[in-house]
């Protein structure tokens, strides 16, 4: 008996198997004449399968406020979400494009400020914003290169429209789960990847690496790499763990590392060892209490003098909140066009400041229909989804813009693709989104695959997984 | 590596050999409290079977915080295997390994945390209930998953430092804890004019080779009755029986020679001192002066061995003049 499948498609969200005949889409093809002719229950003992392997790997995530305690497993779903090559093209054109404009503002904002000169983007914009960090001003990074790992949030609407939801160039995580998820896959179904000619992305961690060697501090012939997490009760723990041991680097905690003459060393059984690159993955606030925040046990003491010193790099650097920024997220189409010269590949999604009046004012007759969203805000916490809200919800929604309106920015409702889940009650379409990582330091890299979120409740377009979000692998066609 | 990835590897596998150990004692003390024991003078009482398990692991006095009053089976098991709030109970040896092995995933084979992460959450799964009508299989079982994570480790790990630091761990505790129960139960076990060679006598010295599983390997090696001098030679200087004092010093010289670096010979010499008392020790030595004072000694030698590891490997301090020449 094979698996039930809703073949029934809401009108207006565009499903990424099937169309509205319920015929499988060409890229997904294979994948459908595959699974048509497996029953619900095989599925459904490879997801379980897949569960007790997550948790039995610990792959865990910790969720902050859950009364469930300090680790949960991300939600992993079996069925794939598979991309045509032309579209994946288009995507990972777009996010290099994107990751050069925003790393070439990066290095203007914190010496010349030409973007500024030029009227394109407002002073205020950049230097009332609490993410600027005036320590930067005039240091020079190696390569010009600010941020080395940006994960840019997008969603797609129908076949050829993509839009950038945000960009993160702090600490994204999320990468290990596309790993993870593929090793997962190929585990699971051996038999699809003989079938399907999924392209490879394992060997992240080794273009992560080289890039990182690649920004070491000038003549360093050997360049020694860490990961600095904050430690193991940090929700993307399991990540840096990850990270460092796919690459072969240390994992260090603040603790491990002392700065002696600014140049950054850690503890190790055989006496001091010199540090030259470090992938942090704690925030700029808590990196050094000499300083930042003089109350942070996570950090270094000395650690931004060196990194002044040009004795260490820092991956991604200090200040890179004020690109991301959502405020900010307004100007990039024209960052594009100010630092590259090019048409943006990928849009923007439509935004309302309400910092501006008539901005304010149209959004506030209108919270119902629409998305808002802090500008300094992160994970989906803060938001309000208008459509999904009750009305009590959105009074004190309003409320809180009121306070302060130009902390909220406002999109509209957008109809996300769906893709096929698996339920318990039958495969049914959810919506998702993806977040590819480009890597920057050596060349400007993306490889082919990305994290897909997937909204696991019903009607719900809130993916993020700290808020009950699950994962799909990502299959990018080769051809 | 990482001073303290090293400390927190050290101590995991210092915690998952003190867990089998308490196993082991509290196993051997449930069998010994079913026998008859003799009358105990007064001022005696924590020589009694379930005294003897606080009174060699040092938690008397916790114990006696706790649970104050009678000594009663439930109230020492549930101590010395339930309690969180002892830091030496099973169940916190069993909680702190896996911690240490979490935060330290990167360092260890993925089958040894599976392994490790795996007996944890069977461990929390276990009903306190059986606590009466199953112990000697719940034993078992702590001793049989010890055995299988340093079975997993001891066949997927890589001869690393770390695997080095682990093993260190082992054989550290491993004498710590053989020093240990041998003190406190030959203390006790000294024979009144009245007992030597009763039939009580036998059974009290085969618990306590039991206890550092011992007992068969006594049968080969003296085909004789078990006998006091006997039992305190095969426990201290035969190096053929894995959990003797000879034997694990046999490993931690071994490890620590293997582990120094030319600026840290002190750790190595002073193992190498220890091991050669052992290693050319002779019966005669250890009764003329003594086996109390004997162990004390060995005990006192273990713990300036374990100031100067920390100190070199995984707490170091360096003073300003180390952090100036490496700033040069």
Redesign the interface.
């Known amino acids: 008996m094979n698996a039930p499948l809703n073949t029934q498609v809401a009108a207006h969200f565009y499903n990424e198997m099937r169309d509205s005949g319920g015929a499988a889409r060409a890229h997904y093809a294979a994948y459908a004449a595959w699974l048509a002719d497996k029953p619900h229950d095989f599925m459904l003992q490879k997801q379980k399968e897949a569960d007790t392997l997550y948790a039995?790997?610990?792959i865990t995530f910790a969720v902050y406020g859950d009364e469930g305690g300090v680790e949960r497993s991300i939600p992993f779903d079996i069925i794939p979400r598979i991309m045509p090559a032309a579209a994946w093209k288009k995507i990972s054109d777009g996010c290099c494009q994107r990751v050069r404009a925003l790393n070439a503002f990066l290095n203007d904002i914190y010496h010349q400020q030409e973007i500024i000169k030029a009227g394109i983007v407002p002073e205020r914009q950049i230097m009332g914003n609490s993410l600027f960090r005036s320590e930067m001003v005039g240091i020079d990074v190696p390569g010009g290169v600010y941020v080395h790992i940006a994960g840019v949030d997008i969603v797609m609407v129908d076949a050829e429209t993509f839009y950038v939801l945000e960009d993160n160039l702090r600490t994204p995580s999320g990468v290990s789960y596309m790993l993870e998820n593929r090793k997962m896959m190929m585990r699971l179904f051996p038999d699809l990847f003989a079938q399907i000619a999924v392209a490879p992305i394992d060997h992240y961690t080794d273009v992560l690496l080289d890039n990182l060697r690649a920004v070491a501090p000038q003549g360093i012939a050997s360049p020694v790499v860490v990961v600095l997490t904050p430690?193991?009760y940090n929700s993307a723990y399991f990540e840096h763990?990850?990270l460092?041991?796919q690459m072969g680097v240390?994992?260090?905690?603040g603790?491990?590392l002392?700065v002696?003459?600014n140049?950054v060393?850690?503890?190790?059984?055989?006496?001091?060892q010199?540090v030259d690159v470090i992938y942090r993955r704690i925030d700029d606030d808590f990196l050094d209490p000499l300083a930042f925040r003089p109350d942070s046990a996570l950090g270094v003491p000395g650690l931004f003098a060196a990194y002044r010193a040009g004795k260490v790099t820092l991956a991604n650097a200090i200040g890179t909140g004020v690109a991301d920024d959502k405020s900010t997220y307004i100007y990039v189409p024209e960052m594009i066009r100010f630092y590259l010269g090019e048409e943006p590949i990928l849009q923007n999604v439509p935004t309302w400041q309400l910092g501006k009046p008539d901005d304010l004012q149209y959004v506030l007759d209108h919270l119902a229909e629409l998305v808002i969203k802090e500008v300094q805000g992160s994970g989906g916490y803060g938001m309000l989804v208008g459509p999904a809200a009750s009305k009590s919800e959105i009074k004190k929604y309003r409320a809180r813009i009121l306070e302060n309106p130009a902390s909220f920015i406002a999109q509209p409702t957008l109809a996300l693709s769906t893709c096929p889940t698996f339920a318990q009650s039958g495969i049914v379409p959810r919506h998702v989104d993806l977040r590819p990582y480009v890597l920057s330091g050596k060349s400007v890299t993306l490889v082919p695959g990305a994290l897909t979120r997937v909204a696991l409740r019903e009607g719900s377009l809130v993916v993020n997984s700290s808020q009950g979000g699950g994962t799909k692998d990502t299959w990018v066609l080769e051809s | 590596?990482?001073?303290?990835a090293?400390n927190n590897l050290y101590w995991m596998s210092r915690q998952i050999e003190r867990a089998e150990n308490a196993a082991r004692m509290l196993d051997v003390t449930y069998r010994m409290s079913l026998l008859p024991y003799r009358v105990l003078e007064p001022g005696q009482e924590w020589a009694e079977p379930w005294a003897l398990p606080l009174v060699i692991t040092g938690f008397a006095g916790a114990y006696y915080e706790r649970y104050p009053g009678k000594i009663t089976p439930d109230n020492v098991l549930r101590f010395m295997v339930l309690d969180p709030e002892n830091s030496s109970s099973i169940y916190s040896c069993i909680q702190a390994a896996r911690?240490n092995a979490?935060?330290m995933?990167?360092a260890i084979a993925?089958e040894m945390?599976?392994d490790l992460?795996?007996f944890w959450l069977k461990f929390r799964g276990f009903d306190p209930g059986r606590l009466h009508s199953g112990v000697s299989e719940f034993f078992d079982w702590i001793k049989i998953r010890s055995h299988q994570f340093r079975g997993v480790t001891f066949g997927t790990m890589l001869r690393d430092?770390a695997y080095h630091?682990i093993r260190l761990g082992t054989f550290m505790e491993r004498a710590d804890n053989t020093a240990r129960i041998l003190d406190v139960k030959y203390h006790t076990l000294l024979p009144s004019v009245a007992d030597v060679g009763g039939a009580v006598d036998y059974y009290q010295w085969s618990a306590l080779l039991r206890s550092v599983s011992a007992f068969d390997s006594y049968r080969k090696v003296y085909r004789e009755a078990i006998t006091p001098v006997k039992v305190a030679e095969l426990l201290i200087l035969r190096a053929d029986v894995p959990r003797s004092l000879h034997a694990c010093m046999n490993e931690i010289y071994e490890i620590l020679q293997e582990?120094c670096?030319d600026?840290?010979r002190e750790a190595e010499r002073l193992a190498g001192e220890l091991h050669a008392k052992l290693h050319y020790g002779q019966t005669q030595q250890i009764i003329q002066i003594g086996l109390h004072e004997y162990l004390t000694d060995f005990l006192a030698g273990t713990s300036k061995l374990t100031d100067e590891i920390n100190k070199t490997?995984?707490v170091?301090v360096?003073p300003p003049h180390?952090?100036?020449t490496?700033?040069?």
């Open positions: 039995r790997l610990g430690g193991s763990a990850f460092a041991q240390e994992l260090v905690e603790q491990d002392f002696a003459d140049a060393f850690m503890r190790t059984t055989h006496g001091p010199r | 590596m990482l001073s303290r090293a911690e979490r935060s995933r990167g993925s945390y599976e992460n795996d430092e630091f582990l670096d600026t840290q490997f995984l170091p360096y180390i952090v100036q490496v700033a040069a």
